[in-house]
């Protein structure tokens, strides 16, 4: 049982938005900044946000984020193929003093 | 160009004991955050550990505290994680990351620790 929830699959077909949820609580995701991780098949996680809301050079902008209270949200926009991949959010979490993953989301392009 | 190398995984029976390395290159250790994170077979990403640039700070999950160590050698810019008293459930691959919430964040590629009998 993860600390952070996310639905556990998402899809939409090429070219159409999908976003991803992630919910925690005041200790975590309430309190500190959310990044979120997108991991191809059979390679390392990579960040594409951190900060809530800001893209690390590279990320192109159809990877899009928010966060109000305890939720937090990636939006990726012109869905491709390539972006099928499991997505994490993570941050800090201050009760625990211990990062904190969500269970991940599996993305599919129809 | 940013690399780092995990190695030291490998087959271990319950109980026993395994030390991960992860050396990095094309960057200076010594100005990051640097984080152990695993990932069980089929299972999603489980933060492990965590340490700051002069190990003045260091963090665990419940799970491996009293049983895990991670440590720094600046000088050799390289991390590692003592890994004892090892369980089925340790099975995993570990990524060391530098930087882990950070617009600069970087992962090694794994290595892979197997506990068993």
């Known amino acids: 049982q993860s600390v952070l929830t996310q639905p556990p699959s998402v899809s939409a077909a090429p070219g159409q938005k999908v976003t991803i949820s992630c919910s925690g609580s005041?200790?975590?995701?309430?309190?500190?900044?959310v990044s979120w991780y997108q991991q191809l098949p059979g390679t390392a996680p990579k960040i594409v946000i951190y900060?809530?809301?800001k893209r690390p050079s590279g990320i192109p902008d159809r990877f899009s984020a928010s966060k109000s209270g305890t939720t937090a949200t990636l939006g990726i926009s012109g869905l491709q193929a390539g972006d099928e991949a499991d997505y994490y959010c993570?941050?800090?979490?201050?009760?625990?003093?211990?990062?904190?993953f969500g269970g991940g989301s599996k993305l599919t392009v129809l | 160009e940013a690399q780092l190398v995990e190695s030291g995984g490998g087959l271990v029976q319950p109980g026993g004991s395994l030390r991960l390395s992860c050396v990095a290159s094309?960057?200076?250790?010594?100005?990051?955050?640097m984080t152990w994170v695993r990932q069980g077979p089929g299972k999603g990403l489980e933060w492990v550990a965590n340490?700051?640039?002069?190990?003045?700070?260091?963090y665990y999950v419940d799970s491996v505290k009293g049983r895990f160590t991670i440590s720094r050698d600046n000088a050799k810019n390289s991390l590692y994680l003592q890994m004892n008293s090892l369980r089925d459930e340790d099975t995993a691959v570990y990524y060391c990351?530098?930087?882990?919430?950070?617009?600069?964040?970087?992962w090694g590629q794994g290595t892979l620790v197997t506990v068993s009998s």
């Open positions: 900060d809530n809301d």
């Open positions: 993570g941050t800090w979490d201050n009760k625990l003093s211990a990062g904190v």
């Open positions: 340490i700051n640039e002069d190990a003045s700070k260091i």
């Open positions: 005041s200790f975590n995701i309430g309190g500190n900044s």
């Open positions: 990351s530098r930087g882990i919430y950070s617009s600069t964040s970087y």
């Open positions: 094309g960057f200076s250790l010594s100005s990051y955050w």
